[in-house]
């Protein structure tokens, strides 16, 4: 496994790599990676020649009061991981190569950005936005694998690819759970014992939404009132949003009767958790 560590030593890879006509899989990561990152590795390996993991905490996707200087690294052990699960090249730069001084640009999307977790994290996409767009522009791939627990990240991507003219097949790969329930994410890690079991109120919730609409409930309103109860119910929670909506267009469902999106984020102690369903009303 090869770790490149500036912009023009993976550029110059990947070419290398497409002069031997080598397809390139890319998937980006802020790094601790746990089994959810590798399962979009699992993903990607069979679709591609040659698999980049890249590693990067992008202070442009973070807001002024989030958790940029905490947020959890361990590269020795990302790195044993990404070899394990067949990785050909980690891609690990320095911030000031990516954001060098003096850089000015932003990519930001009109109208996705503009509901679920971009109404309370408002750089946060164009922050994300920008750096893929240039992870796209640096790697090449021709294919990139994203995770279905960030949601509205999937969308954008999507969008941003057609929008930009990236040849590039941006596949989804599945949420990867807990054995009891909670989807993983590097920021379980700060939980508290306590705080883990209220945790598992998301996944709770959505599973009791998935009983509800499979009852024939159709109001959105209804089955967020028993939502919003079961989360409370536990420790130390406090509900940013619970939403149904259109699994393209994201905007409010007033009735479920066609496939939903229930997209949901809640505080548990100062830790910021979202989870997803899609849930279908005829299953
Ligand atoms: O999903 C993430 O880990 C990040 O948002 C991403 C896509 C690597 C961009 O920094």
Known sequence: MEILKTKSEMNNWSKNKKKESKTIC???????????????????????DELVLSIFVNPAQFGPNEDLNSYPSNIKNDLALAQKAGVTAVFLPEKGNIYPENFQTKVALQHLPGFLCGKFRPVHFAGVATVVTKLFNIVMPDIAVFGQKDYQQLQIIRQLTLDLDFNINIVAGDIIRE???????????YLSG???VSALSLSKSLNLARELIAGGETNPYTIKNRLERLIRSFAETNIEYICFCDPQTL?????????????????????????????????
């Open 26 to 48: 890319l998937v980006p990561t802020m790094g601790y990676l746990h089994k959810g990152h590798i399962s979009l590795v699992e993903k990607g390996k069979p679709l591609c």
């Open 179 to 189: 054995k009891d329930g909670l989807a993983m994410s590097s920021r379980n890690t």
């Open 194 to 196: 306590p705080q883990r």
């Open 251 to 283: 905007e409010d469902m007033e009735k479920i009767d066609r496939q939903v999106l229930l997209a949901m984020a809640v505080n548990v102690g100062k830790t910021r958790l979202i989870d997803n369903a899609l849930i279908n009303p005829s299953q």
